[in-house]
């Protein structure tokens, strides 16, 4: 609410004009009326796109929209400490406007003041109680919200009025839909589905240029819109599943909005589960797309940790039939933070009419996202509560997807196989995972499971490769790769350390680098990826960029011109490989894409051997003869030469990284250690040394922690001297400006087999490397081939 005072006319400023100043308050009071605030005008003030306040806004905070009102103050009552609205009556007018009344000439006073200063008034002029009413906006913010929020609990229809736009649905979509779409022609292959696909889900379809159904979605839509089935689907990364369970959903959003039933019915259409942020984030993206413009947009609600939890309550319990929450997609944790504290959401929700589990594997694994379980077994028990009482609700359908069902997937990669699969096992592995999956969640009826690759775990366009080396040579080899191979690329490691190391050892090396991992705050995470995504999209610039990711970025998310994914560190189970390895072969823009592996010669016997033997289906010694499991992937060709130049380079690079990590963990240790120091009581003058984790602990202890100070000077011994960082900084400048020579016989442009020259007119040679060809992986390894042929 906003109060808006009452500007006098617009005038020349020039002579003295007559203000009437009231001298007693109860004159004053007079001009204004109690009023109660359903009689209240309010003025509808429109929050447009022009508006660049709101354009650059990314989140409203549930903020609907604004309405303001005229001549009102706010007064309290210090007796009872009520807050009340006064209304000022209006002026009534006079045969005569320009004589005064006689009670007006009595209290005239002229005044030498311009227009622009009308509403001024001296403090002195203030009468008694004036100013606290104008002040109680301000003083008493608290008092008038618990006041506001009784008013809204009493007046659902002014709640309504004020924070919650009317929008005709139905009107969107006539406008939305085009009648000269031949749909036949437009989009023949879905038609052959033979379901009933609603047109505007279609008109997005055709709008996204999805010009045939992958071959998931084939299968199961039929299943899922005509037959109302329990599907469980399998299939590679990149297969389009999403859209495979988004589609029957988004049917029954625009029925309901084409009937008007939005607005009438306020129990929600399906909920999607995710085991990440990211992915709901990715999820919610797709369902958008398809919204109409100037629809309700949070008909499609994401329900995540790491963002305001209030905003979420508010949007799903304060607007009834607002259509706010049809769609909701959530991870579990904050979804049951919900649910807890808001029990008659557990009635709304049992009400859905699909229930989707999106990378279910990790959902429903042992150990992890006890959460959903949780959920689950709320929403199903009210559910059957509500059934028992009405024969109106169905229980609702159930729809899980993964790339990955197999169990030994999951096993760790360093402790073996729990289990040697026989013929039989294999022959029974779907009735197994049904079996699994029953076991966990309730169906109305035996699910249907669809099997989109039953034999190969990876896209065959994929090709895998890997370098092996010492530990110590990683930074090395990954630096080799990047600057050789510069392409678009996702770095994967199995610790957040490591993704802060190589976050800051990569930019010293001035290579362009994001980093997500799940310790950062939720809006940094979604700021960092969708600045590597507005990167790698980004044509016109051309440049290679890097993204440096936890596992928490391994599922779902959908980058196009992914070149090169590249497990810095071998992941610890097999399922985990797969979805990784996912991220590459995105869209339709890519013929081909890579997975690299740097491993160290232990990771090499004995973790990539388990995985190769895991992935081919044989988990089993099915032959007398063992097979050498770890050369079934090809090594990547290296050129020596290269990689002894680039070493100088890095070798810099890594020390002052390990400089700036520990005196980065150095300072966070001492404020750490001040805070609890304060919180003991101790005084920073109770030791003759400053406060550090040694004295801190003797005092405490009254000995010393020998691991603690073992790991305290391991940090004091990487950090360098000013001077010392500068020499570096200035030596790996000069390295870094000095160009990389393939074939370091050759001293001119012009010399040796390869005309460097030539090339660079011919706009053939590579940028970073003088007398190499551009080339990509899959050059190097054609050329490796030609090599042992």
Known sequence: MANKAVNPKNKRSGPKRKITKTSDNQNNTKKFKKANIKDLKWKTVEITKDDTAALNMEDLQGFYGLEELDNVKLVKDEKTGKVEFMVKEPETKSNNV??????????????????????????????????????????????????????????????????????????????????????SIAAPKWLELGCNINKHVLNRIIDQKFKQPSEIQKEVLPLIINKNANVIGKANTGSGKTLAYSIPILNELFEQMASGAIHKDDDPIGIIFTPTRELATQVTKVMKSFIPKNANEYVVLPITGGLAIQKQERLLLNYPKSGNGKIIITTPGRFLEILGKNKELVEKFSKIKFLVLDEADRLLQDGHFDEFIKIYELLYNKNKEILKKTKNLKFWQTLIFSATFQLDLFNKLENGYTKNHTKKDTVDEKEQIIQHLMAKIHFNSKPIFIDCNPTNHLLPSLKELKIECLPMERNLYLY???????????????????????????????????????????????????????????????????????????RGLDIPNIKHVIHYHLPKTADTYIHRSGRTLRGNTQDQGFSLMILSPQEAMGPLRKLRKTLSGNTGETTGKKMKWQNTIDSMLIQDDLVGQLKERVDLANELTEHEVSNKSVKKDDTWLKQAANDLGIDEGDSDDEMNAKNLLEFVNGKQDYHLKRNQSKKFSKIKDSNEIAKMKYQLKQSLSTPIRYNMRQKYLTSGLVNYADQIVKNKGHESVMGLQKMNLADASRKKHRSKR
Do not use: W
């Not at 002195?124 to 929020?149: H, R, T």
């Not at 510069?486 to 994967?492: L, V």
């Open 480 to 554: 080799y790769i990047l600057t050789v191979f510069p392409e678009n690329s996702i770095i994967f490691t199995n610790s957040i350390e490591t993704c802060k190391k190589l976050n800051v050892f990569l930019k010293n090396l001035n290579v362009d680098n994001h980093i997500i991992h799940s310790k950062m705050l939720q809006k940094k995470r979604l700021q960092n990826l969708e600045n590597f995504t507005g990167k790698v999209n980004n044509k016109k610039d051309g440049k290679p960029t890097v993204l440096i990711a936890s596992d928490v970025a391994a």
């Open 98 to 183: 320009d004589e005064p009344s006689k009670d007006d000439k009595l209290n005239e006073e002229i005044m030498d003041l311009n227009d622009q200063f009308g509403d001024f008034k001296n403090m002195d002029d203030f009468e008694d109680g004036e100013l606290s009413a104008l002040e109680s906006d301000d003083l008493n913010e608290k008092e008038l919200s618990e006041k506001e929020a009784s008013e809204e609990e009493n007046n659902d229809e002014l709640n309504t009025k004020v924070f919650q736009q009317v929008i005709d649905h139905e009107k969107i979509l006539e406008q939305d839909l085009e009648d000269d779409i031949d749909y």
